[in-house]
C-alpha cells in the first residue's frame, strides 16, 4: 500500500493533518526495500500515537523506524479495512445506557468509589449486610421459639385422642414451674414402648406452650444437633463473622471449620437463651428430649453429659430438663451416676385401664362392646396394640386373623430364642414364663432361686427383653411380660402342650 492510499484513507477517518505521518512511514519502508502492507491495526497503532502526545511546540517525536510493519500477504491486499471510530455523542449516548442498567447500590459504589475498589467495596458491603441479617434472624427465630412453645403436631389425629386427666396433670405440673420459685430437680418420664408416652407428653407440652422445647431425638444420634437445632430454631449462624464469610467465600473453607452441625453449640445458644427467657418472663423454661432410648443405646456418652448438664441446670436455675424413654437401659444407666441426685422419682406411664380401653375402642374408633372386649383381651391397655388392631379392622381385616398374626408373632420370638439356648438356659426360660402365668411379676431373690447361674441368669433375661418379651419395672426391679398378648401366647402355646420344666417352681408358693 502505497502513501497516496494511507492518505486517502487517513483522510476519510477524520485524521488528514496527519498525513506526513503516513507519507514517513511508506518511505521508511522504501528505504530498507520492504514491500509493506498498512493494515487497520498498523493504522490504528499510528494514529492511537499521535492522538497520545501534544502537538505543536510539545510534540513527542515518533520513532517510526521501530513501528511494526506486516510484510504483504495477497489476501491482506484485498481486504476491505473498516475503522470505525466512536463520535463523542455516540459515546455519551453508550455511558448513558449502561448507567441506567445499574441497580441503585451499584451506582452508589460507581459514584463515590475509584473503578479499581469498586468490586472490593461491593463484596464488603453485601458480607457485612449478609452477616448482619442472619444474626439478627437467627435471634429473633429462637427468641420467638421460646416465647411460644415448641412442639410437633401429634402422631395421631386429635379426635381420636384419649383423655388421660391423671397422667395430663402430671406432667403439665413439671413443665409448669412456678415463679420466682428456684427448681429443685429434673425429670425422667418411661413406660414400656406402645404405652402413650409421646402422645402424653405432646398434649401435656402443647397445653403449655411458652418456654416448652421439645426435641425428638433421632434413631441416627448423629443427626442429633440437627434435630436439636430444629427444635429451637438455630441456624448454625451464631458464631459467623465477617471474617470467616470472606474466608469461605474466597479460600473455599467452611465457617468453623466444618462443626457447623454440633450439638453442643446449639445447647450452649440454648442455654443464653434460657437465662434471657427467664429474665423476661419469670420462669426457666423447660427442655424435654424425648426417645432417649437411642442415646443409650448408641451413644452413652451424650446421654451422661445432658444427664450432667440438667444437674447443672437445676442447680444454676437456669432450665427444667424432662427425659422420655423407655423401661429398660434409659433409666438403668441414668440410675448409676451421682447425678441421678438431682432427679426426682420416675415418673411412670401404663397401660390404659379397662375403662379407658374401652371408651377409646368404642367411643374414639366407633367399634362395638363384643369387639372392643375381644381386642382388650387379647393386649390389655396396650395403647399402640389397641391403636393398630382398631385401623386393621376398619380396613377389613377380621379380628381371627390379627389374633393368629399377633401370637404367631410371638411365639416365634420365643423358639428363636429356645433354639439357640442349651437345655439349662431353656429350662429357666420356661420357669420364668411359667412363675409369670401365676403372678404378675418375678423379684429378683425369686429369679435368683431359679436359676443359681449369674451368667446363665444375665444372658436369658438380657435376650428376652430384646426380643419384647419381659419387660423391668423400674420402680421395683421385678420383671413382667411385656404385654397381655405375651401372657395370651404363652397359655396357647405353652401350658397346653405341658412342655414347663417346672422343677425350681413347684416348690414356690405362687
Known sequence: MDGSEVKKRMSKCGFGEYEPIAYKYSFVAAQHNLNVSLTSRTIDKVIHRCLTHEIGKHEKKVDFDKLPVDKADDKSEKRDVKAVIETK?????????????LSIIEKLVKKY????????????????????????KNDFEIKYTFRHGSCPNFKIKEDQLLDRREL??????????????????YYIVIGDHGVGKTTLIRQ????????????????????FGFAFARAIRF????????SNWIESKMFGSPPDDGKEASWERVLISFQQYALDFKKRYGHVPVLIFDNCDSLAKKDQKMLEILQDTAKTAIDDSTWVTVFVGSVGETPE????????????SFIEIGDLNE???MTYLTEKRSLSKDMAKQIYDLYGGRFKSLQNAATKIESGISFAEIRLATLNDIFRRIEKLRCRATSEEQTFIFNILCGLLHRSELTVDELVHMQGNAEIRHKVLEELRNETILTRAVSKGAYRFHGQSTRVCVEEFYKEKRCFHCKSIKDMKF
Open 235 to 242: 441456624h448454625f449462624k451464631e458464631h459467623l463473622r465477617l
Open 355 to 357: 375403662k379407658e380401653a
Open 113 to 136: 468509589f475509584p473503578s479499581h475498589i469498586n468490586s472490593i467495596a461491593i463484596f464488603v458491603v453485601f458480607g457485612v449486610g449478609y452477616v448482619i441479617y442472619e444474626q439478627v
Open 204 to 223: 401435656a407440652a402443647r397445653k403449655i406452650g411458652r418456654g416448652v422445647i421439645y426435641v425428638d431425638v433421632p434413631s441416627n444420634t448423629e443427626k
Open 333 to 344: 444407666q441414668m440410675e448409676g451416676r451421682s447425678s441421678i441426685t438431682r432427679a426426682s
Open 89 to 101: 455523542e455516540a459515546r455519551k449516548e453508550r455511558e448513558k445506557a449502561e448507567w441506567e442498567r
Open 168 to 185: 395430663c396433670s402430671t406432667l403439665e405440673s413439671i413443665m409448669r414451674p412456678v415463679e420466682d420459685k428456684l427448681v429443685s430437680s
